[in-house]
């Protein structure tokens, strides 16, 4: 075990083009959003482990003697079968939570159990820890928070085991792991996601544990050419909206408009090409005619998407405001509400972007200002990290 304090970070993640057309096979490009969730893993020697989630307000502690009597033979491996609800349950009875319970701060609780259990049980002994996890992440609003959990997880704990090496040189702020180390974080992390979700498709956890921008279709996952990271407001119109329902009436309508409905789907998948093929371009050697041809393709996707019927009165109020100050912006995710980007050239003038924001917070609107294409799971210096992020950290 190793015997140092471990500080982890992981990118959330949002949709830049793709969303609803995704599920009838099209392309979809999800990316890193800086915004990231930080993980500090304490060794001890109490004989306790504890969990510490400030921003949820969840505080557990279990008896590492009691927990090392079960029988964890039902534990998965990272590359294993998913977990049955058998299983679930036992978790739980570890846990000590009734058997009907589903609410998200019992579903980390059990994804931590899980990977704790799962991962150290390689050790002579389950090892005395403290964790406590704090992000930047508003949760359940598609911006990928538990994958990012997951993967902070899966990376500290698996370090901390020494399964994979303390990737920090001296002399350095941030580290990142090898592409195989990678390879097992996101494996374990997958697995963690399977407790959260019960049916991932892999895209969140794959785009938290690499960061830059990925490519999905049809379950095949593969990583873009690092563009820029492009700066972006990001937007929480905080309509709530479900997911479920808004791809089954995009279904719905696909089956009643079949000749209206399939051409715009395979219009969203021509999108997310050329944005494709653009990246590539940035990767290079960025121009301000890249940024245009980004904004038009936003503003058509837009309308793709409203036409799908997964719009909302609050998308469209974000859309106005930002286009009065020559922006341009998209939802991402599922639609309905929930959130929408905007693109930030780099030429624009810091009064223009903080009005923008003043417009937006004006709505009852959640803004950030922060960037996409950032890096993937990372593990940082105590004094690499801001104030803000030690605050949350020590918050208990």
């Known amino acids: 075990m190793l015997s140092e304090v471990l500080l982890v970070s992981a990118p959330g993640k949002v949709i830049l083009h793709g969303e609803h057309a995704v599920v009838h096979g099209k392309v979809a490009l999800a990316v890193a959003l800086n915004l990231r969730t930080f993980l500090r893993l304490q060794p001890h020697s109490n004989g306790k482990v504890g969990l510490n989630l400030p921003n949820i307000g969840v505080r557990r502690a279990w008896d590492v003697a009691s927990l090392q009597l079960l029988d964890t033979s039902f534990l998965g491996h990272s ?4 977990l049955t ?33 799962s991962i150290c049980r390689s050790q002579r002994a389950l090892p005395s820890l403290d964790v406590t996890v704090w992000s930047e992440l508003p949760t359940g ?19 901390a085991c020494e399964e994979i090496p303390y990737p920090l040189k001296d002399g350095e702020a941030a580290g990142r792991w090898t592409e195989e180390n990678l390879e097992l974080i996101n494996k374990w992390a997958f697995q963690g996601e399977r407790v959260i979700h019960g049916n991932p498709s892999g895209v969140d956890n794959a785009v938290s544990t690499w960061g830059g921008a990925l490519r999905y279709q049809q379950g095949k996952i593969s990583s873009l050419k690092r563009p ?6 990001l937007i929480n119109t905080k309509v709530p909206r479900s997911t479920k329902a808004l791809v089954a009436n995009v279904r719905s309508r696909l089956l009643k408009f079949p000749e209206i409905v399939a051409p715009l789907l395979t219009s969203i998948d021509a999108i997310s090409l050329e944005c494709e093929r653009v990246l590539g371009e940035m990767a290079a050697a960025p121009t301000p005619e890249h940024y245009l041809v980004l904004e038009e393709l936003i503003d058509m996707n837009q309308h793709h998407l409203n036409a799908l019927g997964v719009g909302h009165t609050s998308l469209d109020r974000l859309c106005q405001v930002t286009t009065a100050h020559g922006l341009h912006s998209k939802l991402t995710g599922a639609g309905g509400g929930g959130c929408g980007i905007t693109l930030l050239r ?24 922060t960037s996409i294409g950032a890096p993937g799971v990372s593990v940082h210096t105590a004094t690499s990290l801001d104030a803000s992020v030690q605050q949350g950290l020590d918050s208990l």
């Open 346 to 369: 780099p030429d624009l003038e810091r009064p223009e972007v903080e009005a923008t924001k003043r417009a937006l917070s004006g709505c009852g609107f959640d803004c950030w200002e």
């Open 79 to 82: 590359d294993g079968a998913a």
């Open 141 to 159: 609003a598609g911006l990928g928070s538990s994958a990012a959990y997951s993967v902070c997880l899966a990376a500290a704990l698996l370090t």
């Open 85 to 117: 609800a058998e299983h679930v349950e036992k978790l739980k009875e570890v846990a000590g939570f009734p058997e009907d319970c589903v609410d998200p701060e019992r579903l980390a609780v059990l994804a931590f159990l899980y990977l704790y259990l």
């Open 228 to 233: 820029p990271a492009l700066k972006i407001l």
